[in-house]
């Protein structure tokens, strides 16, 4: 009886184990970003890894689904979700979603436009006579959105960033914003010539922060999330190879 009762209690603990040793997956709904969120990488990008990274530490495995932005943000309320990737702050978000404290990008969004546009950028006014593209789903400061109503700018809205550059090439717009990473990216899928018509103003447009979003149904996972980041930037070359790889690239 007692031998019985041991073997049982043995199992038990090598049952408990097992499932322990399984990674919960959590899922991230994102859209495509590259450098920082690329479904085209191995790595899904540098902002992907690092979330991937982070998580790993308190043996979670993340799987990111891509759509489209707005869509993205939607979906990532929903219980199936964890939460979304990843987004500048605005008010909204920051009552819809669990904002985590440490940000994972630093970004310089400029304007680019044709080069035979007039275009001469010192104020958001300067925009009043030209036709700006931005995107659906993504985060616009207050500033311009306000510039926009006041000063009656024409805006169309496109739902994929990777296909602004080419509206600006067909002429369906004057000018967009991008950042200067994500540009550099999407320019490999243009010509040399192409690529010369496409011109920026040097003052930026905007300078953001980027952060993974977490929903109310897994608040838990924002703390681990942060916890994480914080372990691995106190590994000095880890952290160095993330300012290389995701901040300063060229």
Partial sequence: MLRHFIYLFLLLNINVCIAQSHSKTLYISTGQWPPYM?????DQGCVAKLINDAFAISNLKVR???MPWDRAYHQGLKQEFSGTAYWYYSEKRALDYIYTKTPVTSEIS????LDDLDFNYQ?????SHH?????QGLTYPKKLLNAIKKHDITVVNATYTSKNLSLLLKKRADITVLTEQTKTEFAKALSAEQNQRI????KPAF????????????????SLFDYGVNTLWKDQTYYDNYVKNCLNIK
């Fill in 199 to 202: 011109v920026f103003q040097e």
């Fill in 64 to 66: 990111f689904i891509f």
């Fill in 110 to 113: 400029r304007f680019y436009h």
């Fill in 131 to 135: 036709t700006l593209l931005l995107n």
């Fill in 207 to 222: 300078v953001s922060q980027g952060y993974l979003l977490i929903n109310r149904h897994s608040q838990k996972y924002a």
């Fill in 38 to 42: 690329d479904q085209t990488r191995r």
């Fill in 123 to 127: 104020t958001y006014k300067d925009l």
